[in-house]
C-alpha cells in the first residue's frame, strides 16, 4: 500500500490494485469501488462522510483476521463447533454474498467479458437463493437436531419423546444430504474457467473474480469443518444419546 501520507489522494482504482481485500472494505461504508476508480480516497470519503483514517484501520483489521485451525476446532466441544458455524453463515450471507451480488450487477465489462457478465448476473442470484436455501435447512435441521440431542442426554425429554425424536432424520441421513451440497460454485467455477483471466483484465472483473475464488476456499473450508469435524462429533454424540436411552428401556 502507498505511503500512509500519499493515500488520501491516491485514486480509489489505484488503492484495490493493490490490494483487492479493500475493494470489500469500501463495500463494508456503502461505497463501490467500480463507480469511483478515478477519485481520489479523500473525495469518495468527503462524498460518503467517512474518516479515511476508518477505512484503514477497517483494512487493518481485515488483514490481522486470523481463522481458528482444523486442530484448534477439534478440541473444542460440540457447542463452539456451532457457533463458529453460526457465525461463519452469517459472514457468508451477510456480508460476502451482497458484496458479490452488487459487483456482479454493478460492474460494466470490457467487450470481451460482456457475455460472461451476463451470464453470471442470471446464474449468481440462483446460486445465492440455493446458497441461503442450504444454510436454512442446515441451521433447521443439523443445528436444531444437536440442540435436541444435547436436551435428550441432559433428561429434559420422556423415554417416549426422545426415541421419537431419535428415530426422525438419524444423523447418518442428514450427512448424506450435506455431501450432496459441497460444490455449491461448481457452475460458476465452470463459467469463468476456473477464474481464468485474460492478460488485459480490467481491475473489477480482476476483483471480482480474486473474490469468487476466496468465497469458494472458504466454502471448501467450511465444509471440511463440518463434514470432518462436526459430523464425526455428532454421530458419536447421537450413539451415546441412544445407548444412555437404551439403558433406560432395559431398565424399565
Known amino acids: 500500500m502507498a505511503n500512509s ?3 488520501p489522494e ?13 475493494a470489500a472494505v469500501l463495500h463494508h461504508f456503502g461505497i463501490d469501488f467500480y463507480l469511483y476508480g ?11 462522510r467517512v474518516q479515511p483514517s476508518h477505512l484503514m484501520e477497517e483494512l487493518e483489521r481485515w488483514a490481522a483476521r486470523k481463522e481458528p485451525s482444523s486442530e484448534e476446532l477439534y478440541l473444542h466441544p460440540i457447542e ?9 453463515h452469517y459472514y457468508f ?7 458479490l451480488s452488487k459487483m456482479i450487477s454493478g ?4 467487450d470481451n467479458y460482456k457475455d460472461l457478465m451476463n451470464d453470471l448476473n442470471l446464474m449468481f442470484p440462483l446460486f445465492v437463493d440455493d446458497f441461503v436455501h442450504h444454510i436454512h435447512e442446515e441451521e433447521n435441521n443439523l443445528f436444531k ?7 435428550i442426554e441432559k433428561g429434559q425429554y420422556s423415554l417416549g419423546d426422545a426415541l421419537k425424536i431419535l428415530e426422525n432424520k438419524p444423523m447418518d441421513h442428514l450427512a448424506d444430504e450435506h455431501e450432496a451440497h459441497d460444490d455449491e460454485m ?4 465452470k463459467l469463468t474457467d476456473n477464474y481464468l483471466l485474460q492478460e488485459d483484465a480490467a481491475i473489477p472483473i480482476r476483483v471480482l473474480y480474486h473474490h469468487l475464488e476466496i468465497f469458494e476456499k472458504e466454502l471448501i473450508i467450511h465444509a471440511r469443518i463440518e463434514n470432518d469435524l462436526l459430523f464425526p462429533k455428532v454421530i458419536e454424540l447421537e450413539k451415546e444419546v441412544k445407548r444412555k436411552i437404551n439403558i433406560q428401556i432395559q431398565s424399565n
Open 5 to 7: 501520507r500519499n493515500i
Open 10 to 22: 491516491s485514486s480509489i482504482a489505484d488503492l484495490v490494485s493493490e490490494n483487492y481485500v479493500f
Open 38 to 48: 478515478e477519485k481520489t480516497l479523500a473525495e469518495v470519503c468527503k462524498k460518503f
Open 80 to 88: 463452539v463447533l456451532v457457533e463458529y458455524l453460526r457465525k461463519k
Open 93 to 99: 450471507v451477510c456480508q460476502q454474498l451482497p458484496f
Open 107 to 110: 460492474i460494466s465489462p470490457e
Open 145 to 151: 437436531r444437536i440442540s435436541l440431542l444435547h436436551q
Open 186 to 189: 461448481e457452475g460458476i467455477r
